[in-house]
């Protein structure tokens, strides 16, 4: 992948250097932006030691809570320390710091680390340092260290550390190169191709048709897969609740409103007659003609879009009114479908235009209009309705009472359902994604409390009792049994028949002589074939050319005939693109391999010392 330009003057960062700015730079801008970094107070002052170099209680805590500022980030919620901890961040930010000890360590044996002069254009070339002029401030650079707890000193030293350790990583990981025989084999297996014919298998190609089961049958299949015809474990709710399609119809509806409204509306219900119109606009009034004059002698519309360098979507002006085209409405109006005409004056300049499609003029009456404005009326003053009443609602049950009171007393619906976590099920309230939520929610002993809807109802609900699993009886399923062996016995006899195909096509037969084949002439293997499964391209290319397979997946049963293999083409630019990015990525590989054993090396050479105690100190103190 290409480098992006830096700035002039200023020099690119490597991979550790953006490390390590770490959290000096992430936290910096966060502590700009609410100054959340809390500086580690407890009675001791380091979580590790790697040669002589100390590894601070606040330095792991900012690497700490960057790292947990950034995951959370991704996850869109602000993750605990404990859920931190559950994912192993900790683990993953005390290597991290130790690995920079640990370089920090050999950089100060060999006596290796940079001059002020390149610190200090480090610092004036930072974003957030800089003042409402858009350079360096020295005010807005105390200011920021002062709110996130750090000297100039403590700064400056870490970068200056950081800065020498970028230097490490271009020493060891830099100037690598992927060998050719690897990057050569990589890609010749990532570029073949392939070709193949597919015969897809369904019930129309079994030679019989699947009999009938007996009852026996029927219930053997159900006691063997008493997994498919078990209801799962769910959650016995009660609820009432008050929607706008229920009390929409009783709302009253004032006739003078509902003309108002079709009147304000008129656009919707009378619709002029449109035209689909293409236009190809050209510079000057000759050159339509002149091409006006090509289209009479046989030149199609389209080669005409193709020589002004267009294409038929950047022509297409979509449904147009008469009024829409301007000047060239008359005539454009005048022209039958599937014609061309001018050259007519446009808003751009001279142009051809082609009727696609007459679309004809549309009127829907008030009366017709009636019925659907008057739903909308009632239906919205049926939620101010119910807006007006969940404060009552919401009173009663703060007072005690029941969902079955709030039916008596408010005229809510009161029903039960089971319903099963993680799913919507058929019951219309269920449809609600706040009623899911709150049935996820509630818990044994719970006070409901008023639930608004998306569409203005509202619900409350209390969970009865936990329904454990429990197979269906058998008289119950018996339809989705029945189903169930169906879809069984006919995977099997496809699965048979794919065999008798595959015999035959291997003995001679040609596999077109079976039914339809689709025929892929060829395909990468990250390649698409529609309403086949993602299995299908990697059985594929493990076949060998000629090879006739059986591929089977859920649903899905195929006789695949591998026609062809067609090796990584030499040539190119696509097959260079692709040879140089495997080459690149087996480059970084390689390099960050070595990366990581130079710095293994390190640390085992000059020693760790761990302060569990300390550590647990820091994760104890932070949010």
Known sequence: MAKTPTEEGKRPRGKLQEVAVWTLMGMLILGLGGFGVTNFSGGVSKVASVGEIDVTTDDYARALQSQVAAVSQQFGQQLTMQQALAFG?????????????????EAQRIGLSVGDATVANEITGMDAFKGVSGTFDRETYRFALDRNKLSETEFETNLRRDISRE??????????????????????????????????LGE???????????????????????????????????????????????????EATLQKLYEDRIAEFVIPERRIVERIVYPDQAS???????????????????????????????????????????VVFATAEGEVAGPVDSDLGPALFRVVSVLAAEETSFEQARETLAIEIQTDAARRVIADQVEAIDDLLAGGATLEDLGKEMGLAVATLDHVPGQQGSEGIEGYPAFREAAEAVQEGDFPEAVVLDDGGVVALRLDEIVPAAPIPFDEAKDQVAEDWRRDAIAKALTARAGEIKAAIEGGAAIGSFGIVDVTPETARTGFVADAPETLLADVFKMAEGEVKVIEADGFVAVVKLDRILPAATEGEDAQGMRDAIAAN????I?????????????????????????NAVHTSLP
């Open 591 to 615: 390099a960050q391999d070595a990366f990581a054993a130079f710095t293994n090396a390190l640390t085992a050479e000059a020693g760790i010392t761990l302060d569990q105690a300390a550590i």
């Open 204 to 254: 129309a190609d079994l030679t019989a048709p699947v009999a009938e089961p007996t009852d026996e049958e029927l219930k053997a299949h159900y006691d063997a897969h008493i997994d498919r015809f078990t209801k799962p474990e769910a959650k016995r709710i009660t609820y009432a609740s008050l929607l706008p399609e229920a009390i929409a119809k009783d709302q009253p509806v004032d």
């Open 89 to 105: 961040i900790d683990k993953q930010v005390l290597q991290d710091v130790l690995t920079r000890a640990a370089l920090d360590n």
């Open 167 to 200: 230097l490490f990583q271009g020493a060891v990981a830099g100037g690598f190169k992927a060998p050719s025989a690897l990057t050569d084999t990589l890609y010749s297996w990532a570029a073949e191709r392939r070709g193949f014919s597919m015969l897809r």
């Open 288 to 330: 339509a003609e002149a091409a006006k004059a090509k289209l009479d002698a046989g030149t199609s519309f389209e080669d005409l879009v193709t020589e002004r360098g267009l294409t038929l979507d950047a022509v297409d002006m979509g449904d147009m009114s008469k009024d829409d085209l301007g000047a060239a409405g008359e």
């Open 586 to 589: 087996a480059r970084q590989a």
